[in-house]
């Protein structure tokens, strides 16, 4: 589950940096349509996968190393006080993520896909999605292997052809 939640937060992120360049052309964005894309980055599952990334950073954070046990308290303290901060940065990538939708898609058709996920069907989907994706990427690692020693057979044979040895 971690590693699906991470895998999924990863994912999440590199569309966040691949469309942010996007940012710039959505300031005329009525708030309407921003809302419609914040419900659903939200009711997709998508911004499930940001608590995967600051949920184990503040743990990290947290299960530091410390020798004396007052330290330890402050730590916990510190983290404690952090929690509110971290959500509020979380909201950001929310946010960013809701302009993004927003900018790729009318605010009706992010209507229509927010319905869809709001529907049982929907809910049923992004609680599957985190297994599946894990799933796919199995079927990808060993698809991978086996193309890659098919591609180096087929290789070898058509080399072999023309009087080449490949090792």
Do not use: C
């Amino acid at each position: 589950m971690i590693r699906s939640a991470s895998r999924l937060a990863a994912t999440s992120v590199a569309l966040f940096l691949l469309a942010s360049p996007v940012f710039a052309q959505q300031a005329d964005l009525p708030a309407s349509h921003l809302a419609a894309g914040r419900e659903v980055a939200v009711s997709s599952g998508i911004t499930g996968a940001f608590d995967a990334l600051t949920g184990p950073l503040l743990t990290r954070l947290q299960r530091m190393s410390v020798t004396n046990p007052d330290i330890q308290k402050d730590l916990d303290a510190v983290v404690a006080g952090l929690r509110p901060e971290v959500e509020q940065k979380k909201q950001e990538l929310i946010d960013a993520s809701a302009r993004i939708l927003a900018s790729r898609m009318t605010e009706a058709e992010l209507k229509e896909v927010a319905a869809f996920y709001k529907s049982a069907v929907g809910q049923k989907y992004v609680q599957l999605q985190p297994a599946v994706l894990d799933d796919v990427v199995r079927q990808m690692d060993l698809w991978s292997q086996r193309t890659a020693e098919y591609i180096m057979t087929r290789a070898r044979e058509e080399m072999g052809k023309r009087g080449h040895g490949l090792n």
